[in-house]
């Protein structure tokens, strides 16, 4: 079983940064599509950031030009670099992770991907943004 589990969440003022970790527990798959999701109070989780085992990334309108994901070879881990908070990021911030088999085109590893296609989860981090 894979297990996520993300770190570094916390509350800073409006313009403030934060760098999200989210630690994989064991290599899952050489095809994968990976993503930062973030729910806040009486809303709908949203994904506002993919990482795809060929490198290719894409960012949630509201967050581009402000946050950056980010996995070295390196590493087993996934980053989220959070720059210039506002007030309207504070979320809990969760890890999500897809093993992409043979047949599945990493060019779908996009934000607009349902969260019901990711099959594992981390518990989240909360971040907190006052103004």
Do not use: H
């Not at 729910?39 to 950056?68: C, H, L, M, P």
């Not at 506002?86 to 779908?108: H, K, L, N, V």
């Amino acid at each position: 079983q894979v297990q996520l589990v993300e770190s570094g969440g916390g509350s800073v003022q409006a313009g403030g940064s934060l760098r999200l970790s989210c630690e994989i527990s064991r290599y899952f798959a050489s095809k994968y599509c990976m993503a930062w999701f973030r729910q806040s109070s009486g809303k709908e989780r949203e994904g506002i950031a993919t990482f795809a085992s060929d490198g290719s990334t894409s960012y949630q309108d509201s967050v581009k030009g402000r946050f950056t994901i980010s996995k070295p070879d390196a590493r087993n881990t996934l980053f989220l670099e959070l720059n210039s908070l506002e007030p309207g990021d504070s979320a809990m911030y969760y890890c999500a992770a897809e093993t992409f088999y043979r047949w599945s085109s990493i060019s779908s590893c996009t934000v607009a991907r349902s969260r019901a296609e990711y099959e594992y989860w981390g518990q989240g981090t909360q971040v907190t943004v006052s103004s």
